[in-house]
Every structure is written in structure tokens, then in C-alpha cells.
């Protein structure tokens, strides 16, 4: 029997009370507002007085509007007509289609027996090479994104919503700008992922309760098609809000704040989201990708800081660029050992060697003297972000690894970079390799080799590779003037782009069919 | 006792108050009683006749008004054989038993046995008819595993009792009464092989805690040589997030030189426990030949399972180390993590709307913990037989800052100290303890003299690395140049470990003994360098060699011939220094043996965990001086700052 309470004895920030008896925890009620109807969740029950939070938010509520409570907690329905739907952050569809009611589910579960877990081990390809070569993402995983406002993180999701092997994505907006939205709605539309999408869209403009739902909406989802058997990606951006919802409902609560008025209980909130990614032993897998903007680039940020803990790894999106110092994959192991023999060499060589990259950049901004060695350093180190850090590039994991081999040769002889004889064996480019062991290179002859190489790679990369290859080193000649470098860096950026757009499209045709 | 009923009359997230009548216990266990569902909880405060109690479990659907039975007994765990072994949640319910019966979720509301009651033990009496006995008295053993597991008079019996009578020597359960005893009132007690515990009281049926002096050997190299952790003691690992406290974990409750280990996986992450969970059954113990889940009990309460039970967890693991102590055994508790323990304390706190201390977190945080580490603590028992409880907790700081209440109480009772640096692990120097910063007061096997001589030499290689990034290291002299190299060396080779490497994840302490004096000579020998570039080739060397020497197992023949290389590139240096000619001829010699070595130990390297070896994979540095000093050097804060610096 539903009952209806028409007295609302308080209304504070969004937190409204009323006076109902046999009100269980956790329950939902519908309010009737002038402005219509909105959802709202018992928070708080003491004696007959219960706290409910209203989604829609407080605004116009009237003492005397309608409290209906409706005997059940927060549920969403669940089936394959949800694929290519879109829904707000309290289940209900936005894009206009037909409502859906069946089969519904309750959210926010139990969490899954720790024994029944069981060690990852299968690999998501991104063809992001800083993702695929050096931060490994594992079926799974859970994995925030950490960011500056501004960053390209919308953008960076879309490319893995679209390019990753997983079976479904689902997609969690949570206070996501419209514009935003409208970006991952045509970008998926137009690279045909619509189709395996299910979004759950809270926008900025939304009521900021309703966001709190989301995470919690998409990922009982997720469960539901994994223990069906679908490995699932869930995407949430950006759970800073999230964690600000949190806090704006602590606070109206009048709770204890701990960290910057952060709830107490920040961790085990994130936590109980985060750690429904799993990978069931006969059945699918829920992996999550969450976006964490750090405010103020402090990622000592209680958010940030509480996810780090509770996160396995994080990237670390700096300007336009997944950094790869920072950034942590922890089941990367997992699966590395698996792809390729030059994989794990690859992916420690290659950054040790941009770390030196980067302490004889700092060395040349101190005005030190540069010698032979240090400009190798130098070119190598802006090959590595052109061809590698590069956001847009996109290639398979394997021509990443090749494409590795090539800027080693290119840069160093073999025995500078200390690999493995045997790697190096297989794996050194044959043509370059002689030709670096000829001639002890001044830098520029180093160009020349640069160029022969390009033109043993894939003739599609040729022509951008050239042109970054002979900027930066064109720069190294004069050492000093940090300044220039970094100003041009921004242009190299951009340039393969045009030569690789293409590519993406081509990758996709190739491996869909595979797949099916 | 009377059983106590009541109703719910407030909830608030894990927290209810319920109006009750009669008579109820602080830390008392009540149920909450939603549907079919029993969830358990636990009085937390007592206001008249209204309790505030934390539920262990969610607390979605329960209503005002909902019948609470409260049970008359504090939150207890069942002690017996069996327990080795297992893997519990923060309750002590079996988790493999809760998958078996109800799949990939962790229902809600079940409550479970935590030992075996069909299993049959082989019981040994020990004590006769007419024997007195009192509480903690053995009344026989059972195998289980590889050690005797004792079976005593139930630790709540209080006063003299005599053996009325006891069972034969044979098969029984856990349930079966294996001995009835008396007291001079004339109440028998009829025994079985288990009782229970409350978890929050400490175990204490001993003669005398003694000043624990012996090493605890954990075959970390940092730990035991500098850092050492003592049978019965207790020591504390901060650490940001990423710096490798769990692996430090991980690898102690692997290779640590203790009987038993409980691993209490407090609040992380579940896949970190998994690791744990299904790789322990296939790894042999090197000390017993069995595999090592037989000496390992784990208590998992993971992130995101219900918070109270995460506070009780730490508690359970702890009785269960002094029950095992309690056999005369040396007991290692891990607790991974302490933070999230005392977050839960905060959560509650928050709840009960206590007046919060700093951070938010209550008033009594400082003591709970120190009450937690007081249960450590090396003991002799009536019977003259000593036992041991050791405690390593980490401490997640947020933000990793150690200035936050809890690794500071952390500090004040902890005998040691592992402070974990973001430097080092974005260095990839694992494991990642900070030397300079770091203590413990326990007693290293090692000399120490030479220690402090060491570490004499970290400090001021520090200092001169510091100076070095100021003047450079043209403006450096060559004797402070050899300071740092000497500093960098016994980083690289000695305090560096590969915990993946089969050879140099575990270093007895014979063999830390007789390497650390190779170091301690190196460190100690002065040498005569003319130029900066001759010292760090040499030291290069040097290290590649020792490098390579760590990888080699001590019994292989291959051990004294690697030492005839280094002892051999020593030598050369400081005989050969005024002869140029004959000094490179020296150094292109050990070139080449350098790069046969490199070969070998890197193809090692990169199966087991490239990710670690770092200084192995190096190129020959000859032009760039400060990359041995900080490979990572851009953390993840710091590019920025550095680059508007330049500007």
C-alpha cells in the first residue's frame, strides 16, 4: 500500500523532513511539486521523522506538497532494450524514446566475495600506445583518469569508449557539461558505439542529487550484463563531482566533516563503487574508467587522494598528454608478459630513457654544458612524445612496439640503450641498425638515418614522421632556449593528426569483423 | 543471562538505536531482524534504555520499529583447530564456505561457523584425571599442519579447576567433549576442542612480557640490516599510495622467518587479497616444504564490505595472533591498512555525533591504537615456553603526509618505523623505505658501528647530491664526489631489492651478513681517484658486478667466482691507480665481463619484473652524470612547477 504524507515539517539545503511511519531505510517517495514530480531517498530515519533528499532539489517545494513513499529503494530496469538509450541520473530515459519498466533491479547490491574473485588476466586493447605499451589496461581494472579542468578528458574517454574491446560500454555523466554530453552522443553515434552504449546522463544543469545516483545506476547495470556473460566498460565523468554531491548532502546533514569538508566516509563511498569492477569466473567482467579532475592540480585532494588508495593505478592526462611518470597501471603485469617478447622491454627501456630525456632537458634549462650523449637524449625524448604521447595517435600495440624499435634506432645504437641481445636481435630494425653502427653520428646525420628508417615504416606514417623527426633536432643544434622547444612542441602535436585520421576508421574495419 | 529484546528506533547510515528492555552488555552482539534477514550488530553506546549499535552490514529496507534480539555475548571469534589456513571476513565468517553456499555475492545476513565442526582431529591428551587445570591450561594437542596445536581450558574460566575426566587418545570434532573438569564448588565444565573469545580483550594468560630482543628476520635487506623488526615488537609502514606498502607486505608475509602469518586485509583492495588468495596455496614454503597458506590465516575485509565489520576485523586478526602465540609459537600480524581501520572509527564516531579531534577523527583514536600494538609482544608462559606476536601495520596518509593523526599515533607506539617515499618508488628504488628517515629500536644482526657508519654515508651523500644540483657537479670536489658515488652504491646494490627475483627477493641473514661487510669495506676504503669520470666508471662497474652478485644463489659456485671479480676490480683500483695505461686495460677487461653478466642477469630480470630492475637495464652513463641519482625524477607534481620555473 503506498502512503501519501502532505506535511513537510522542514526543507534544508535539499534535504527535506516528514513525519511517515513504517518508512524503511533507503526507500524511495515521489514529491509532487508544483513544478512536478521528483524522486527522493530516505537518508535518515529517526523516530517518525524521516529525511528524505530530493533529487530534483528544494527549489519551490511547498510544506503541504505531496510525500508518497513507494515502498521500494532506488531501482533501474534492466534488459538489452536499454543498448542505445539514454537516461538521467534517476533511471528515467531522456532521449525521448519509449519509458522502460520491466525487470527491474535494485542498485548499489552487495559486494562480490573476495573468493570468488579471481586474477585478471586478459588485456583491453585502447590503441593508445601510452595506454597499450606502457600503462596496460586489464579486464577488470579500476582506473581513474586524474585531471586538470581543461584537459581533453571527455575527449580521451570517447576515443576509449569507441576503440576498446569490450563488448558494452556504459557511460556515466555526472554533472557533465551539455555540450559535453552532445560530444559523446555524436561521437559514439558517428563511430557506430551507440549501438552498445548505454548512457546515464546527469548534466550540470541537473539537480545535484541526482548525480549521486549514476555511478551507482551504471554500475548495477554493468553487473547485471556482466554476470550475463558481456564484458562491460564503464566510463564515469567526473567523479569529482561526485564526491562534491557527497559532500553538499554531509553537509546539509550536518555531519562531522573530515578533509576540507569532505564526509568522513569518502573513502568507503568511492570504494563501494569503485570495487564493483570484477571479472566473474564464468561470466563477464565490469571495468571502470572514471574520470577525477583534481581541482587546483593538487592530487593530495582528498578526492584524487582517496581514489589514488583505492584505485589499481591511475593515468595522469597533463597537458593533452597521458604522463607517463605519474601514470600507474598496477595489473599491468598481468597481462604484459602475454603480447609480444619486446613488450615489457619495450615499455621500461623506452621510459627510462625519456626519463633522462627529461633530467638533460632540465640540464640544458640550467644552461649546462650539452654533450653527444645528452643529444641523442634530446632528439630521442621529442620523437618519443611526438610518436607515443601523442593523443591522437592510434595504432595497434604491436606497431607501437615496432614504432618503438624505430625511434630507439633511429636515436641510439643498440648497446646504448641496454636491451637485451636477444631483443635486439629480433627485434632492431635491420637497415638502421647497420647504418647507426657505421657512423658515430653528429646530429645532423642523425636526420638522414631518421628518414631512411621512416621509409622502411608504414609509407601512411612517413610523411608526418619526417617532419617531426627534423624539427626537434633541428633544435638540439642549438642548445639553450627551453622556451622555443616547448612552444613548438604544441605544433609537432598536431600535425600527424591530419596524415592519421584516417587510420582509426581502418583499424576498426580490420578488427570488427574478427570479433563477430 | 536473559536475552534482551528491542526495537529499532533511528537509523542512520550503519547506525541504529534501539529502545530496548532489560539489561544489555557494551560490545554487545544484537541482530537486527529485517524479513528473513539476521544482521548483525554490535552496541556501541548505552544512553537509558536507548543503545546505539553498528550494524555490520548494509542497512537498505530496514524500518523503524524492526525487532533487535540482542545475544548476551560480546563480538567473539571461535578459537580451535582449523583456523590455519582460512580465509575469513572482518566476522571470521569462512569466505570460500559463504561462496560455496551463496555464490559470487556476499548475501547479506548470513552468519556462519568459522571452523570445520565435521572435521575429525587427532587428539593427544596431555593432562590426566586428578590434574589441576585453570584457564589457558593444555589439556592435549592435535596436529594441524606442521605444528601441534595445543588445546587449552577455555580462556574465560575463571578460577581452579581439577580434570574430572578426559578422553582417550583418538579421533574427535571440535564439538565433541574431549574433558570434563570441576572446580571446589563442585560446577563442571564439560570441555570441547574450541571455545570463544571476545575480540576486543586482549589475551593475557602469560608469566612475563619481556623486552623483545631477537630479530624477526624478514629477508629484506633494508628491513633486517637497518631497519630491523623484533620477535614480539611492532613496527608501522606509512607510505602515499603507489610506494609499495603492499608489496612490502606481500613479500614479508612470504619470506618472514615467523611460524605463523595473519594477513588482515583491512579496507583495500579486494584484487590485492586475491593475489594473496589463490597464489599462497602454490607457493612452498622454503622452511617447511608445505605449502604456505598452511602457517597463513586470512582476515579479508575489503573496501567496499561493510564498514563496521572493518573496524572489528583488525580486532579478530589480533586474537587469533594470541592464540596462536598462546602454542608458543612466533606470530606475525599484517594489517593493510590501519588508516582504513581508523576511518571506520571515524565513520562511527561521525555518526554517534561525538566531538570530533583532528581530521574528524575521535578523540580516542590515539589509544585505540596504541591498545592495538600493546597486543604484540614477546611473552614467556607459566610452563617457561616463550611465544611471540609480532604487528606491521601501513598507514595510508592522505595525501601522503605523515603530519596526520594517524601515523603520528602510530609512531608513539610503534618500535620502528618504514617510512615509504613517493621519491623513491617514482625512482623505482624498491623497496621504497626512506634511509634517512626511517628508525627502529630494535637490534640489527649487524654491528653497529658499521651501521651507523653507513648511514653516515647515505646522509652525506644526500647532502652532496643536494649540493650537486646547485653548483653542479663541476663545482663539486672529488672527494665529496666520491661520497655520493660510495652512497649511490650502497642504495643500488645493497639496500635495493628485486622482491620478484627468486635469489634476491629473499636475503638470509648469513648471506646479509657477508655481503654487508663487502659493502661496509667498499664504503670504508678510502680511494684515490684523479678524476670524476675514472670514480664513477669504477663505481659503475662496481655496481653492475654486485648487481649481479645478489642474483646468484650463495650455494652456486658461481658465488665465489663473482666475488673474485669484484675483490678483484677493488683491488685493481687501488693498487693500479698511478699506472693509467694498465688501469684501462683493467677496466675494458671487466667491460666485457660486465656485459656477458648484464645479459644473464637482465634476461632474469625481465621475466620476473622488469618493471623493479631499473638499475640492471641501465645504459652506461658515461654522459649523464645525475641520471643514476633520479631516473623518475618528474613525479607527477612536479613537471609543471619545474617548467614555469625555466620560463
New interface residues.
Partial sequence: MQKVYNKILSVTGNVITVKAEGVSYEELAEISISRGKSLAQVIKLDRDIVSLQVFAGSQGISTNDEVRFLGNPMRVTFSDDMLGRIFNGSGIPRDKGPSLSENMIEIAGPSVNPAKRIIPRNMIRTNIPMIDVFNSLVVSQKLPIFSVSGEPYNELLARIALQAEVDMIILGGIGLKYDQYMYFKNTLEEGGALSRSIFFIHTASDPIVEGLMVPDLCLAVAEKFALNGKNVLVLLTDMTNFADALKEIAITMEQVPSNRGYPGDLYSQLAARYEKAVDFDDAGSVTVLAVTTMPGDDVTHPVPDNTGYITEGQFYLRNGRIEPFGSLSRLKQQVNDKTRDDHRAIMDGMIQLYAQYNETEEKRAMGFRMSDWDKKLLKYGKLFEDRMMNLKVNISLEEALDRGWETLAECFTPDETGFRTELVKKFWPKSVQNEVEKKDQPSGETDKDAKETDAVSESEETSADKKNTTEPSEEDAETGQIKETEAESGEPVKKPSASKKKKPKKEKRGKRPKKS | MNKTKGTI?????NMI?VEFEGNIIQNEVGYAI?GDDRLKSEVVKIRGNIAYMQVFE????????DAVEFSGEMLSVQLGPGLLGM?YDGLQNP??E??AL???????GVVLDALDFKQKWEFTPAVKKGDPVRAASVLGTVPEGIFDHKIFVPFHLQGEFKVVSIVEKGNYTVTDTIATIENDRGEKHELCMYFEWPVKLPIEFYREKHLPTEPLVTQTRIIDTFFPVAKGGTYCIPG???AGKTVLQQVTSRFAEADIVIIAAC?????E???T???FPEITDPRTGKSLMERTIII?N????P?AAREASVYTAATLGEYYRQMGLDVLLLADSTS?WA??M??L??RL?EI?GE???PAYLESRIAQFYERAGLVEFEDGNFGSLTIGGTV?P????FEEPVTQSTLKVVGAFHGLSRDRS?ARRYPAIDPLDSWSKYESFIENKQIEYARDILRKGHDVHQMMLVV?EEGTSIEDFSIYLKSEFLDNVYLQQNSFDSVDGATSPERQKYVFNFVYNVLFRKFDFKEKDTARNFFNKLRQLFIDWNYIDMKDEEFKQQEAKISDLIEGEATEKNSTEKKEKAETESENKD?KK??KG??KN??E???K??EK????????P??EE????????K??E??KG??
Fill in positions: 528506533i533511528g537509523i542512520n547510515g538505536s529485517t548494509i542497512t537498505k529496507g530496514l524500518k523503524i520499529g580465509v569466505l570460500n559463504l561462496a551463496h555464490g559470487f555475492f556476499l548475501k547479506r602515499p599510495f603507489g579496507g583495500e583492495r579486494a584484487g587479497v586475491v593475489e588468495l589463490r597464489e579479508c575489503t573496501s567496499s564490505m564498514v582504513r576511518q571506520a571515524r565513520e564516531s561521525g555525533e570530533p581530521e574528524a577523527f595510508s592522505a595525501g601522503g603526509n617514482n653542479g656485459e648484464m645479459e637482465e634476461s625481465a621475466v619484473a622488469p618493471e630492475m631499473q637495464a641501465k645504459p652506461d652513463e658515461k654522459n649523464s645525475e641520471n633520479k631516473p623518475n625524477r618528474p613525479d607527477q607534481r613537471p609543471p619545474e617548467k625555466e620560463e
